[in-house]
């Protein structure tokens, strides 16, 4: 006797439109997370560090200015603020450290400059940012930095972890600060802006004297050389004096290609010592001085 099989059983109308408005209901209520999500994203907040940051506002000479953005990466609650450090010329400097869950930090210094125009990135190059001209420096895949003048105070924003940040990360972050106590906003959605490099400033020409001395007063500082970069006339003696301002480790010592295929080396024994060369360039071009650990970088241009 064959068996008899049993009937299959179909879902009902009412079963299946239950188990289809379960689904659309699911996909519904992960889109409305997802714009819950990017719109508190999105909309400005007043910044979680923004009060810490006012509590010791009191003891600095200006105001401490915070991003407004900064990648979701960083813990913005646990910033660490330091205010018991010095700028390069001894200015009271504060500084902020952000940091992800992984460790990688991102340093924030600001102080009022001394003389702005002696404080210089080493190695650096000019940018255009919406505070004017700024200075951004790369290095091999570790440090990368930029530093801006906002009004009087300058800001160094720096990382030792390039993947972390990109350029244009770096710059929106510099052109996104402002003073805490505005209750500055942020936004982890502001999108990151084109890196604008600029042709550098022409090198200083140095004159020649009564004499017929072509006279160069180099000064060494924390920030760099000044003149980063001058000019002097081929065939036409030059006398170079060599001091430091501030404290610039290494770079008391400088060495100076000086166009007749020879290297000067100088070195300041002090703070306050001096110490001038006497050459004649015989060749035109451009060479490179610098510090020992290459830390410090000037070009001297001999023309005709």
């Avoid at 997802?34 to 560090?49: F, H, K, Y």
């Avoid at 996104?176 to 500055?184: I, R, T, V, W």
């Avoid at 500082?221 to 001091?243: C, D, I, W």
Wanted: charged share 20%; glycine share 8%.
């Amino acid at each position: 006797m064959t068996p008899r099989r049993k009937p299959k059983h179909h879902p009902s109308r009412f079963t299946l439109m239950l188990r289809w408005g379960g689904g659309f209901l699911l996909v519904v209520l992960v889109i409305a997370v997802w714009l819950v999500s990017n719109s508190r994203a999105s909309t400005p907040r007043e910044a979680p560090e923004a009060q810490r940051i006012l509590e010791v506002q009191g003891e600095m000479p200006f105001q401490i200015m915070i991003p407004a953005y900064l990648p979701n990466t960083f813990l913005r609650e646990q910033v660490g603020i330091d205010i018991n450090q010095q700028g390069p010329g001894g200015e009271p400097l504060a500084q902020l450290s952000y940091r992800t869950k992984r460790g990688v930090t991102l340093h924030i210094k600001e102080w009022v400059p001394i003389d702005p125009a002696k404080e210089i990135l080493a190695g650096s190059r000019p940018v255009e940012t919406r505070w004017g001209r700024a200075w951004f420096l790369r290095q091999g895949e570790g440090l990368m930095a930029i530093w801006v003048d906002i009004g009087p105070t300058r800001a160094s924003i720096f990382t030792a972890n390039q993947q972390e940040l990109s350029k244009e990360e770096l710059l929106a972050i510099a052109e996104s600060m402002g003073p805490a106590s505005n209750s500055q906003v942020f936004s982890f959605l502001l999108e990151p802006p084109e890196i604008r490099q600029v042709e550098p400033p022409p090198p200083l020409e140095i004159p020649v004297d009564a004499d017929g001395v072509q006279r160069v007063d180099l000064i060494v500082t924390p920030g760099g050389y000044s003149p980063l970069r001058f000019s002097v006339q081929k065939g036409v003696p030059v006398a170079l004096t060599f001091r430091q301002l501030g404290r610039v480790g290494c770079g008391n010592e400088l060495n100076l290609p000086n166009g007749s295929g020879d290297t000067l080396s100088l070195r300041l024994e002090t703070a306050s010592d001096s110490q001038t060369v006497n050459f004649t360039p015989n060749e035109t071009g451009d060479y490179e001085f610098f510090c020992p650990h290459l830390m410090y970088r000037g070009i001297m241009t001999v023309r005709e």
